[in-house]
């Protein structure tokens, strides 16, 4: 396959200087990673990479290399795999990409230049794993999504505590509520200061959403399915789900219940996510035209009217009843519009807590070292900065 390389104007720089809205026919844009527990942070940066180009193609690391340069991963290669491919930006993906980044893997898969976030990436050794592609003029960078990444997630599974919620403070606290503490984690809490991966809660904003959105409405004649849930570290589980919901019609909406609510029928500290980071998982997927924020736990006759539902959807988990004993699905029950979908996934949130709980000193140690390698790097950034400065 012949190679196609950027237009000069639009690769003089490594700062990613050239404005996204400048664009010719035909930009493949490259962005690859590990992309583990795949999350709205991940999504964002593919949106944003996408808008460099018109065609974006995501290489994704093999879990003998994730486990290699940054400790184990918690979704299989093929989770992340998958995940990637439903995320609505992307238009291909590179299974078992290098870990760093070479000229000939941008050529082999005929990509114009690389797009990364604008937070440090490393090999084991400590090294640019975009060295090659910035000193060939073909790398720009975007803006990290501050407040989220899988070091963060991890930690807030390790710690146990509800600091992540959105705060409701006649149903909700900050309080832990497990045995681990934040001594036994190495301290991963709201302590951290590393400023790409530090555990902080992520604040969502009008246009975040209205980016993520698709903004269409149903047309005439199209036949709405309705869904909801938690969907709390949006997983392959949801996504199958969501597939076969969105197959049983044209319009997909999915409702994404409170905090307070996803905590009353899970316990413990869920949901992991808050709800504003739920919301932007569940939109970036593929299969999803609309979303409720903050949707209500019982689908009533009401809300079925209100979004002109054809069909409500529910999986093959139980469904707690509602506060006052009724079954949140009597109503698309009664109207006979109510369907129970198998996803053919057995994969649940509880079971991603799982992973992290059985290999959590390798957790720990993974993020301890993540944690010590950023910050040095950003110490030695200081010190060019201030060396510069007085030259």
Known sequence: MASKRADP???????????????????????????????????????????????????????????????????????????????????????????????????QNNCDFCVHGDDITTTADGQDTYHLVKSANRYKECKRTAGVSTTDLVGRMLLVTKSHHQRD????????????????????????????TGVSQFLTTTKKIIQFSEGREPKPGDRIVYVAGAFDLFHVGHLDFLEKAAALGDFLIVGIHTDPVVNRYKGANYPIMNMHERTLSVLA??????????????????????FKVDV?????????????????????????????????????????????????????????????KEMRILEELKAQAKNNQAS
Request: proline residues 5%; contains cysteine; negative net charge.
């Open 285 to 306: 997927c593929k299969y999803v035209s609309e979303v409720v924020i903050g949707a209500p736990y019982a689908v009533t006759a009401e809300l079925m009217e209100h």
């Open 312 to 372: 409500v959807c529910h999986g093959m988990t139980p469904v707690m009843r509602d506060v006052d004993g009724s079954d949140p699905y009597a109503e698309p029950k009664r109207s006979g519009k109510f369907k129970a979908i198998d996803s053919k996934n057995d994969l649940t949130t509880q079971i991603i807590l799982e992973r992290i709980i059985k290999h959590r000193l390798e957790y720990e140690a993974r993020n301890k070292k993540k944690e010590e």
């Open 169 to 196: 403070e006649d149903t909700i606290d900050s309080q832990q509520v497990g045995a681990i503490s934040q001594a036994s984690v190495g301290g991963f809490g709201p302590s951290v200061h590393s400023p790409w």
């Open 9 to 107: 104007e639009l690769c003089t720089s490594t700062s990613g200087d050239v404005s996204p809205q400048k664009k010719k026919k035909d930009i493949r844009v490259w962005m690859d990673g590990c992309f583990d527990m795949v999350h709205f942070g991940h999504a964002n940066a593919l949106r944003q990479g996408k808008e460099f180009g018109t065609q974006l193609v995501v290489g994704i690391h093999s879990d003998a290399e994730v486990t290699k340069h940054k400790g184990p991963p918690v979704y299989s290669e093929e989770e992340r795999y998958k995940m990637v491919r439903a995320i609505k930006w992307v238009d291909e993906v590179v299974e078992d990409a290098p870990y760093v980044t070479a000229i000939e893997t941008l050529d």
